[in-house]
Every structure is written in structure tokens, then in C-alpha cells.
């Protein structure tokens, strides 16, 4: 049986290899050079549109511990990306030409695999589709078709996401507007008129991002970037995002002067989005404006804002187990198109899907890694987080599986006996009280993160 890839990008790539290697014949079809996209440069075969990095490959970083994992599982394009790499630190940083001319006589030289330059305009039989965010109309429109109406989006309108124990829980309150659903399902940072007025003035001057030309978006008035809004008058925030209404504060009972509402991104909230924060900002503006919200001092950004062309599948509503199409076929989907950001995601989903296909063609069932670990972590948000406000996500620890309060501190940490390690919302109380620094403390608990993961993903694989 020969099944086909749609795509030969990042994630197309890995799934072809991974199918490949299990003794399964694989066409990839592949628009380029036949149609070309806004983006892509070359017809080569998994072509870097942008950066050059892969970022991090530290443990302690969240895309180095996806890197570890799926050079466990047998990625093909990691090794080919250490062959191209170039002086980036800590960051995988490659020579973007180098890297696609060798995953392109890689790909070619697999025996079992076949490129045909075309573009699909069908879902195929048995595969994976994998055309990421530049998926060309026609076969969105079949996307549309398959999976339901609502199933596609076409632009990201981002906001940023910050970690709960990085938040001043003494400064933010628990409230939904007037008491709605459980009543206290969002925190709430109060601002009175000065700290508004500071903060509009911050937001109008920063420094935003002008993206490709191709990525020039004409602004749907629900998903205005924040610092647009800002820039049309004064108060016109105070009546969007940030309006105060029905947020009584617990303690003085009054309604503040604005507030910016956090919503809860996981079960676990350890996860929080701005609301209504998307932004074209750059980096480091976004950290340095953001940072002045109230109880938002501190804030360690998980993921930040960002507003560009993607098309990505609601997947949470629109996918079965493994990114599996719901009806029973053995087609996946896989890469940026499945709702996951950036190079090192792409190629982790690209492989799941591959050894996924492989096995429902013998008749197994998927099988996805645990959520303690960083790929089973993102595969959980894409599976499980709330269709109504789906956005896409990167690797990072918030996808985690929280530890458990008393988790015993590895030995290496040179420190013996268990220690208390941070739940959602009690962190603040928590730091107050321990002996040791806050960045010491938030090592650990990331090298325990490091280390059950290591683990965990060590004996799901031996089950594979
Ligand atoms: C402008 C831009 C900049 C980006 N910058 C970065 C960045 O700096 N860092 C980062 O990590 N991520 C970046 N991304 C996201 C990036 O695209 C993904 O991380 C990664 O390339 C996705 O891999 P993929 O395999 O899902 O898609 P791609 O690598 O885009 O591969 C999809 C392939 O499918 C092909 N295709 C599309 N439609 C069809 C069709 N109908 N038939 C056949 N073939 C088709 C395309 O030609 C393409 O080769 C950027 C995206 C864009 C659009």
C-alpha cells in the first residue's frame, strides 16, 4: 500500500521518513515549484520560511526538551539540522540553505519514497496532511469540506500567555463579570486612571512589529490588536478589553478604573491569557508594556502575543485520538496546520503522525506520549483545549502535567527530603514562605518538570 503526505515541509518531511522507515510506501506531493507560496523561496523540500533557529536545545528549555524527544523517537531532520548548524549559543541555528538542500536528498534518497510536484486539492485515502500555514485555497476548502465548516482559521490573532506562578496573586482577584459561570473563572488586574493613562501612553508609543507583505491583514474589529485600539482614542480600551464593568473589586466592593482580565489556558491554570491582548508588539515591548499591568510585574511570558496569516484547524473540535480524522480513515493531520507554532513543533507532530498512520494501517491503536512530557503536553492541548477559544501554541512547561505538591527533589539538585513545590494560585503565599530564592526555586521545580519527563518518555517509548 503506498500512502500519501500532503506538504513536504517540516512536518511532511518527518512523517515520510518516519512511514518509510516502518516499511510503507509514501508519496509526498508537493505544490512547489508547480504553485508557490507567499513565503517560500526555493522548491525544496523542508524550507525554512523565516528564522533560522530551532531554538533552544537546553533541557531546561522547553523546545530542548521537545528536541530530546524526538530525537528519542527517531527524527530525521534534527541530525540534519546539528549538520547545519551555525554559532546561535544555545539555539539550534542553522544555515537555512544547507539544511533544505539536505533534507531534500535525504527525502529523495529513501527508497520507499516518492515526490510528485503538485497540488493536492483532496484529502487523500490514507495519509497525512501536512501543508502548514500557507495551505493553498483549494484544499482548504476540502479541509473545510471534511471536517466541518468552522474547522479552518486563516489568521492568528495571538495574545500572550503568562505563567501563574510568575503573577502577584495579592494584587490580581479571582471574578467573572457580574459573578458569572463559577464566579471566579478569570483573575482580574485593577487599575486606577493613572496606572490606565501610564499604560495607554506605554502601548501607543511601543515599537510593533511590520510583518511580510503577504501579511499585511485587514483587522476583523473583534481581533484589533491592543495597541491599535489603543491608538484610536483614549478610552476606546476602557470599553473593550480592559472595561471594568461587573468586576467588582472582593475587598472594597468597587469597580476599578479599568481592568485586564486573565483567562485560564489549561484544567491545571497553570496557563493565562490576556484577554482581548493580541498584539503585533515586538518581543521585547511586550514584555517591557505588559510587565506594567498590575500583579503582572513579574511575569514570565509562556507564549507572547503575535497577529499573522496561518491557517490551523480548530483541532481540539475538529480531530479525533492522535490528530486523527474523526470518521475513521487513516488520515492525520500534522505540523503548524494542526494548531501548533514554530519549526521544532511542526517536525515533533509531523513524526507522531507518522508512526501513528503506521500503526493504525496493522490495525494499533494511536498512542500518544503521557502529558508529563513535553510532546504528549502539547498533543493535550491540541486534543483537549477549549474549542471556543482555540489559538495556536509552542512548546513550553505550562503544557505540562503539574507535579504533585510533595515531590521529592532529585539528589543532583544537591538537596535531600521532599519540598513543597507551587500549585496554581497559592504561589505567592507559598514564596512568602520559602527559604529559598525565587529562581532557585523555580530551577527546581523546572529540573524536576526536566526529569519526570526524561523518564516518563523513556517508558512510553519502550512501549511503542
Ligand atoms: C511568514 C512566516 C514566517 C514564519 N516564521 C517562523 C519562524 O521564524 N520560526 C518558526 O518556528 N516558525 C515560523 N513560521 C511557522 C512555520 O511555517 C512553521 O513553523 C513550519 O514551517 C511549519 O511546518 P509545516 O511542515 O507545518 O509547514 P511548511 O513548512 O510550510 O510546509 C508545508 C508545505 O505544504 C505545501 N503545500 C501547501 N498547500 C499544498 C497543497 N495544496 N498541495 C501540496 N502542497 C501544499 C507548501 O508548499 C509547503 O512546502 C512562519 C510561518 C510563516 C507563514
Known sequence: ???????????????????????????????????????????????????????????????????????DLGSVLLPLADEARVPGGAALAVDRD???????????????????????????????????????????????????????AFFDAIAPIVSTESLDHDVLYAKSRWGKGEGDDYLNSPMNKEQYEGF?????????????????????????????MAKRGRETARFGP???????????????YAAVQLRREDKAAQMWNLVGFQ?????????????????????E???????????????????????????????????????????????????????????????DEPLVPPATTMLGGLYRYLAEADPKHFQPMNANFGLLEPLPLDSPVPSSLGVTGTRHVDSPGESRRHLDRAPKGRVERKDEKKQLLVDRARADFASWRAAL
Open 200 to 228: 495607554m501612553d506605554a502601548l501607543t508609543a511601543a515599537d510593533q512589529f511590520h510583518g511580510h507583505e503577504f501579511d499585511d491583514i485587514a483587522y476583523f474589529e473583534g481581533c484589533l490588536p491592543v495597541e491599535e
Open 1 to 71: 500500500m503506498t500512502v500519501t503526505v500532503v506538504g513536504g515541509g517540516l512536518a511532511g518531511c518527518e512523517a515520510a521518513w518516519a512511514l518509510a522507515e516502518r516499511g510503507i510506501d509514501v508519496t509526498i506531493v508537493e505544490m512547489r515549484p508547480v504553485v508557490r507560496t507567499a513565503a517560500h523561496q526555493t522548491d525544496r523540500l523542508g524550507e525554512l520560511v523565516c528564522s533560522n533557529s530551532f531554538k533552544s536545545v537546553e533541557l531546561q528549555n522547553a523546545h530542548g526538551l521537545l528536541k530530546a524527544e524526538i530525537r
Open 242 to 256: 480592559m472595561k471594568p464593568i461587573g468586576l467588582h473589586h472582593p475587598v472594597s466592593g468597587l469597580e476599578p
Open 279 to 299: 498584539t503585533r508588539l515586538r518581543i521585547p515591548e511586550q514584555a517591557k508594556v505588559f510587565r506594567m499591568i498590575p500583579g503582572l510585574e513579574k511575569a
Open 98 to 152: 544547507v539544511f533544505s538542500q539536505l533534507v531534500h536528498a535525504k527525502i529523495n534518497s529513501h527508497p520507499r519514497i516518492t515526490v510528485t510536484r503538485k497540488e493536492a486539492t483532496s484529502i487523500p485515502d490514507a495519509g497525512v496532511v501536512a501543508t502548514g500555514p500557507l495551505t493553498s485555497s483549494s484544499l482548504a476548502d476540502a479541509i473545510k469540506t471534511r471536517l466541518g465548516s468552522d474547522a479552518l
Open 301 to 363: 511570558f509562556l507564549r507572547y502575543g503575535s497577529i499573522h496569516r496561518n491557517s490551523y484547524i480548530n483541532a481540539p473540535a475538529s480531530l479525533g485520538p492522535g490528530l486523527m480524522v474523526k470518521d475513521g480513515a487513516p488520515v492525520f493531520f500534522a505540523g503548524q496546520l494542526t494548531g501548533v507554532e514554530g519549526y521544532t513543533e511542526s517536525i515533533a507532530t509531523g513524526l507522531l503522525a507518522g508512526i501513528n498512520l503506521a500503526r493504525v494501517l496493522v490495525g
